[in-house]
T-cell receptor, first 113, second 112 residues
Framework: AQSVSQHNHHVILSEAASLELGCNYS??????LFWYVQYPGQHLQLLLK??????LVKGIKGFEAEFIKSKFSFNLRKPSVQWSDTAEYFC???????????FGQGTTLQVKP | DGGITQSPKYLFRKEGQNVTLSCEQN?????MYWYRQDPGQGLRLIYY???????QKGDIAEGYSVSREKKESFPLTVTSAQKNPTAFYLC???????????FGPGTRLTVL
């Protein structure tokens, strides 16, 4: 069965620290990859996505992610986090263009001012 | 996201009762989805619909039912057969497969 694994469940950082959240998936075919974010009290919203092309994708608020096909990974990065980045982050994988998203367990990021 | 409404925000029901959660979108999207969110488990797909009058089971469809009679509406019924219905339910929509999904604000269902 397809699965998505996020290695870090709870991350605590100080402002200006660098962030990397791991995401690995198990599926051998063509995939579309997403990172969604859920800020406290807000809707789940798209942070960035990868469908094809340049494996390094940039999203909103200074986030980026790199697709490494050989490692089945799509890690999220930000060079310098802010207090406002405190949120829950979800990696999701869509096999082909089925519309069926498989989500990881989520990572709660807490940024201390 | 704007354009998707879910009501109510909080819902309480007694064990053994069926309950229907509403999801409406005005984004003119063909596809709609229902997810369940539990702490530490991320989101899991319950049902999805690629087009009006058609829907497919997701990974955890047991104990749930849906209908898609109108493009803008995709109600989810949590039946008494669902063993652990207390959860946060999220509705989403998209243009179709291979596109980003837009999420509603969610309904928190508590079964007493």
């Amino acid at each position: 069965a397809q699965s998505v694994s996020q290695h870090n469940h709870h991350v605590i950082l100080s402002e200006a620290a660098s962030l990397e959240l791991g995401c690995n998936y198990s599926y051998g075919g063509t995939v579309n990859l997403f990172w969604y974010v859920q800020y406290p009290g807000q809707h789940l919203q798209l942070l960035l996505k990868y469908f094809s092309g340049d494996p390094l994708v940039k999203g909103i608020k200074g986030f980026e992610a790199e697709f490494i096909k050989s490692k089945f990974s799509f890690n999220l990065r930000k060079p310098s986090v802010q207090w406002s980045d405190t949120a829950e982050y979800f990696c999701a994988v869509e096999s082909g263009n089925t519309g069926k998203l498989i989500f990881g367990q989520g990572t709660t990021l807490q940024v201390k001012p | 996201d704007g354009g998707i409404t879910q009501s109510p925000k909080y819902l309480f029901r007694k064990e053994g009762q069926n309950v229907t959660l509403s999801c409406e979108q005005n984004l003119n999207h063909d596809a709609m989805y229902w997810y369940r969110q539990d702490p530490g488990q991320g989101l899991r797909l319950i049902y999805y619909s690629q087009i009006v009058n058609d829907f497919q089971k997701g990974d955890i469809a047991e104990g749930y039912s849906v209908s898609r009679e109108k493009k803008e509406s995709f109600p989810l019924t949590v039946t008494s057969a669902q063993k652990n219905p207390t959860a946060f339910y999220l509705c989403a929509s998209s243009i179709g497969g291979g596109n980003r999904q837009f999420f509603g604000p969610g309904t928190r269902l508590t079964v007493l």
